[in-house]
């Protein structure tokens, strides 16, 4: 028993002190957004709150594109009750994240994790704005990885993750930190109705897309033209075929004029490979494309019929698959 209280006071002093660690670079997010809907008096002003947290010492402050959507006003409150206007760096709808600056040096700043090397059952804790309740700590466990998620764009987010740290409505954008302190995602969302279901976007995302707004102020990304399913290989076309993979994606629809249109690629051909990786499902594309640069020629491997063809395409930009 007495180890056992040991073992606990010594987890309890160690969640005491990543709190207090991470606390100080976390700010609650106030916005004000112009509404579409006009009255007597004109468009409406509405008022949102979320999270966020400071990841450079002069002013960038990461947090969730759903926070500071369309937002014409930008407010951020540190620990202290310190306040400052923030403006928007940039955002990138398809995961959910932006980034804000405010006008200050030498803020307090939270590290990045490595959110490759988690597992699941790892202790974290979330901290944020939830209902307004500013700088909450709640604490759980990672519950799964690799999840998908649709988000607010209707886009399909890859490789979420999931905790059990209590989130609600305002802890958007705030940190989910390991128990070293070390950033390991970006909290976006919960299921309503559910309890103990939340996910955060993996830090490595979120650094690679920050790194593309505070450079260029968006992210780009490579547009193939195309409608898919997923499909799974029956076995007689996998001994035809001699094919190692399970699935993989059929052409519905080919958009005119697109990337697809010119390289060649038909509707009812089935891809199977892009430039020696295998494609078994249309979300595997999409994170493909999401993360491959503009004007990059690809290798593609279809299954039109009874051939087997390997098609030259040149990725063009754009915001679909």
């Known amino acids: 028993m007495e180890n056992f209280e040991k073992i606990l006071e010594a987890y309890s002093n160690a969640i005491i002190k990543v709190a207090e660690k991470v606390s100080s670079a976390v700010v609650n997010i106030d916005v004000s957004q112009t509404t579409g809907y006009y009255f007597f008096e004109g468009p409406q002003q509405v008022q949102g709150i979320g999270s966020g947290f400071v990841f450079t010492p002069d002013g960038y402050i990461l947090t969730n594109s759903h926070v500071v959507y369309r937002a014409n006003q930008i407010r951020v409150t540190f620990p202290d009750r310190t306040q400052y206007n923030a403006q928007l760096t940039g955002i990138d709808i398809q995961t959910d ?23 699941i059952g790892q202790p974290v804790l ?44 305002g802890n958007s954008g705030g940190p989910l ?10 909290n976006t969302a919960i299921i309503p109705g559910a309890q103990g279901i939340c996910f955060s976007i993996p830090i490595n995302t979120a650094n690679w897309v920050a790194g593309l707004l505070i450079k260029e102020g968006k992210v780009k990304r490579s547009y193939l033209g195309v409608y898919g399913q997923n499909i799974n290989f029956p076995l007689g076309i996998k001994e035809k075929y001699n094919l190692q993979q399970k699935a993989g994606i059929y052409i519905v629809k080919i958009m005119p004029n697109s990337p697809a249109y010119k390289g060649g690629l038909k509707e009812g051909d089935v891809i199977l490979k892009v430039d020696d990786k295998e494609m078994n499902n249309v979300e595997e594309l999409q994170r493909f494309l999401g993360h491959t640069i503009p004007q990059i020629m690809i290798n593609l491997s279809v299954l039109r019929g009874n051939d087997m063809l390997m098609l030259r395409i040149l990725l063009e930009t754009g915001s679909q698959t």
């Not at 600056?101 to 307090?108: E, F, K, S, T």
């Not at 939830?130 to 886009?155: D, K």
């Not at 930190?177 to 970006?186: F, Y």
Request: no cysteine.
């Open 97 to 119: 994240l932006a980034v804000i600056r405010i006008d200050a040096v030498n803020l307090p700043i939270l590290e990045f994790g490595d959110s490759d090397k988690l597992r």
């Open 177 to 186: 930190v390991d128990i070293h302190g070390k950033v390991e995602g970006v």
């Open 126 to 169: 979330a901290v944020g704005n939830p209902l307004g309740f500013g700088h909450s700590v709640t604490s759980g466990v990672i519950s799964a990885l690799g999840r998908s998620l649709r988000g607010f764009s209707g886009n399909i987010i890859e490789n979420i993750i999931q905790t059990d740290a209590a989130l609600n409505p």
